[in-house]
Nanobody, 125 residues
Framework: QVQLIESGGGLVQAGGSLRLSCAASGRAFNPYVIGWFRQAPGKEREFVAAMVWIGDSTFYADSVKGRFTISGDVAKNTVVLQMNSLKPEDTAVYYC??????????????????WGQGTQVTVTS
């Protein structure tokens, strides 16, 4: 049973950086796409970024383009979200998720079938 574990969250001031990791464990890991989502209190879950596991295709929400970078390490079954130039509006719990579906919309949370428990990111002014 594959499990996803996020780490790297914390508290930073606006303009700072954080590096989030999502590690898979439990059994063989064979997703098609890995995505990052975030959810702030009182708000809906929001797409952040995604990547094709084997390949170089990446996808970003407009709100994070130019600031966040998603990358993967196949040997370590780990995906990383490097977050730079953080803003207070980036404050949220960040989740990683995977899907094996190939024909879907990467921004739709409902398309992902395996989720981590999340890691808190707080950005102060």
């Amino acid at each position: 049973q594959v499990q996803l574990i996020e780490s790297g969250g914390g508290l930073v001031q606006a303009g700072g950086s954080l590096r989030l990791s999502c590690a898979a464990s439990g059994r063989a890991f064979n997703p098609y796409v890995i995505g990052w989502f975030r959810q702030a209190p009182g708000k809906e879950r929001e797409f952040v970024a995604a990547m094709v596991w084997i390949g170089d295709s990446t996808f970003y929400a407009d709100s994070v383009k130019g600031r966040f970078t998603i990358s993967g390490d196949v040997a370590k079954n780990t995906v990383v979200l490097q977050m730079n130039s953080l803003k207070p509006e980036d404050t949220a719990v960040y989740y990683c998720a995977t899907t094996r579906i190939r024909e879907f919309v990467v921004t739709y949370a409902r398309e992902y079938d395996t989720w981590g428990q999340g890691t808190q990111v707080t950005v102060t002014s």
